[in-house]
Every structure is written in C-alpha cells, then in structure tokens.
C-alpha cells in the first residue's frame, strides 16, 4: 500500500503549480505517520509492521 500511496502523491505533485523539494523520503515517512493504521492484539507487533514497512 506505501508504494501506492507514493507512487500516487509523486504523480499528483508534477501538476502543482508551487513545487517544492518534494523526495519520496518525505512522502513515505508522512504516510507511515499518518495515512496507514494497524490493529493488533499486540502493541508492539503493530510497531514491527510500521518497521517493516518503512524498510
């Protein structure tokens, strides 16, 4: 789904008119922040899926 989700903001971003340095860092790390949610019994297995993701 991350891949989605920054392939989908780096497309929208080439018809903005004010572009800044926009690196797909940075789209990654705000929609693992924000965009993507997990439910698990275990707290800590939702961090691991966050890790996993990012890596």
């Not at 789904?1 to 780096?10: A, G």
């Not at 922040?33 to 275990?42: A, E, H, K, M, N």
Request: net charge positive; with cysteine; glycine share 4%.
């Amino acid at each position: 789904m991350i891949k989605e989700i920054i392939t989908t903001r780096n497309i929208l971003t080439s018809y903005l008119e004010k572009v800044d340095e926009r690196p797909p860092y940075n789209f990654k790390r705000h929609a693992n922040q924000t965009c993507l949610y997990g439910v698990d019994i275990d707290p800590g297995a939702v961090e691991i899926a966050k890790l996993r993701l990012w890596l």
